[in-house]
């Protein structure tokens, strides 16, 4: 009697601690969905052996060029040239992706192909580009000076990350 009552309380005890495995699993493979913890890990895995080939010293100089005339922009003190700023910066790191073979249809497809051993800057470029993307969808979108000067410093970081300034 007393083993049978013994047995039931260790079945019972199987049987919670069965669930709550089981909602624990389940929480953390939502959590970790939610976080896009796998999405970074599997391109980490795949693409992060994936060494980012050099600029050559030709189209690294016509990078710097081209930043140049972006700080220019910036320097102006007026809303519609640092807007130009932005839109001109990340355009520009969409091309230096496209020179480094960077595979990907958009620039985001290539933001997302970049592990962040290469670019550890990523989030903050990812950042940049939705706050361009907002930017040039947004008619009535305000961009003001501190702003454009944050997306344009997180873009020369890209751009010393990737060794083309």
Avoid: C
Avoid at 90 to 114: H, Q
Avoid at 138 to 153: G, Y
């Amino acid at each position: 009697m007393i083993n049978s009552i013994i047995n039931n309380i260790f079945l019972l005890v199987q049987i919670i601690a069965g669930i709550a495995s089981w909602i624990m699993f389940v929480l953390i493979i939502y959590l970790a969905i939610k976080t896009d913890f796998w999405q970074k890990k599997i391109y980490n895995v795949f693409i992060g052996f994936r060494k980012i080939p050099e600029v050559d010293t030709e189209h690294s100089l016509k990078v710097t060029q081209e930043w140049e005339n972006i700080l220019k922009r910036l320097e102006a003190n007026d809303e519609a040239n640092h807007k130009l700023a932005v839109i001109e910066a990340d355009k520009l790191l969409d091309t230096v992706l496209k020179k480094l073979t960077i595979p990907g249809a958009t620039m985001g497809e290539r933001l997302k192909a970049i592990p962040v051993s290469q670019l550890p800057s990523i989030d903050n470029v990812w950042k940049v580009h939705k706050l361009r993307n907002h930017l040039v969808h947004t008619t009535e979108f305000v961009l003001t000076d501190n702003k454009a000067k944050q997306a344009i410093d997180i873009y020369k970081q890209a751009f010393i990350e990737l060794k083309v300034l």
